[in-house]
């Protein structure tokens, strides 16, 4: 062997001596990423021909962390509530309890389970594999005197009139200052762990009732929608508009891939199609040490929408409701000596 060919073995060994393991302790990006499905299950996926062994086939292709499941109903027969039957079937820890509908299903370590209302809130203290905590929240608020379908009905509604379907004709407003309230009286508005509040909202947001969009979609106004200016006043980040603020160019629509013409009894009455399934994030302040969260990613399913002339119970996705899917990472917080 030649002395240079000698040297460069020397060098290599010597490199492997001081980092014998570089290879074996990458960290696996996969580590830091936390993936949330944000999904109503049509009536406990009753309505579609196996219609729980299709949600099963969806949440295992996308492999969440965290599924916040709306509508978690009894299955047809005698199986048990749907987010009951999915944790069995995937191994994995599910919180319905007293909840008529509600469910927070994960493979994630259920620290501590938390309880609002049977219709609209139940929650979890959540730990994963590197001991890394967070809160999450599954949440319904009232459907009735749905905003789009009030404006579509009635297109010359004055603002303060269609407003009021947000506050005197629904309890929507009502049952959101509820979970906020739930929240702060808890404690959780200010916990030192990142907090999740997602599910069915039953209304548009803000940020999707804007100038540009009342331009684009018929059924559409520039308003200040108070659900989500209530959930932007407590501290909340909606998590699909951070990630993409043009409501024109990414609407984001989760209402309805199922019902896109005249529901059941309407005759000629076109859809209003809107973001209702949303899922929102709080991190803790800043002091200490700790982890936050940051939204890298989040798209809507299905894509695309199956053919509208499909019957209900043929079709793949068992749902009325699009399902986010939300992909967040994880981010260490450290605060240097002085910093207050």
């Not at 990423?33 to 062994?53: F, I, K, T």
């Not at 987010?83 to 319905?96: M, R, S, V």
């Not at 009894?265 to 859809?271: I, Y």
Request: charged share 25%; hydrophobic share 40%.
């Amino acid at each position: 062997m030649r002395p240079r060919s000698i040297a460069i073995l020397i060098i290599a060994t010597l490199a492997l001596c001081i980092h014998p393991g570089d290879a074996a302790h990458e960290q696996d990006p996969d580590e830091n990423r936390l993936r949330v499905l944000v999904w109503n299950v049509l009536h406990g996926a009753n309505d579609v021909d196996e219609g729980p062994e299709k949600a099963l086939a969806i949440i295992r292709s996308v492999e969440p962390d965290i599924v916040l499941l709306q509508e978690s109903y009894d299955i047809d027969g005698d199986r048990p509530r749907l987010g009951e039957w999915l944790a069995g079937e995937l191994g994995w820890n599910q919180h319905q309890d007293r909840s008529t509908h509600l469910c927070v299903l994960t493979p994630l370590e259920l620290e501590t389970t938390f309880f609002h209302h049977e219709w609209h809130g139940v929650g979890a203290l959540l730990k994963d594999s590197q001991q890394r905590e967070l809160l999450a929240w599954s949440i319904w608020i009232d459907y009735r005197a749905f905003v789009g379908y009030e404006l579509r009905d009635n297109p010359d509604m004055s603002d303060e009139l269609l407003l009021a379907a947000e506050t005197e004709r629904s309890n929507r407003l009502k049952q959101a200052t509820a979970i906020i309230a739930h929240l702060r009286d808890a404690g959780q508005l200010d916990a030192k762990v990142p907090l999740l509040v997602g599910g069915d909202w039953n209304c548009p947001s803000h940020l999707d009732w804007t100038v540009d969009t009342a331009r684009v979609y018929t059924h559409r106004r520039a308003l200040p929608l108070p659900v989500s200016m209530a959930m932007h006043e407590a501290g909340f980040m909606d998590t699909f508009r951070m990630l993409h603020p043009d409501a024109v160019q990414y609407p984001g629509i989760t209402w309805s891939p199922m019902f896109r013409g005249p529901r059941p009894g309407e005759t000629g009455t076109p859809q209003s199609y809107e973001r209702i399934d949303r899922l929102y994030l709080k991190n803790p302040a800043r002091g200490g040490e700790g982890w936050t969260l940051r939204p890298i990613s989040a798209h809507v399913l299905p894509m695309p929408w199956e053919d509208d002339s499909i019957p209900v119970r043929e079709r793949s996705f068992p749902s009325d409701h699009g399902a986010v899917v939300t992909d967040l990472e994880w981010i260490p917080v450290k605060v240097e000596a002085g910093e207050s």
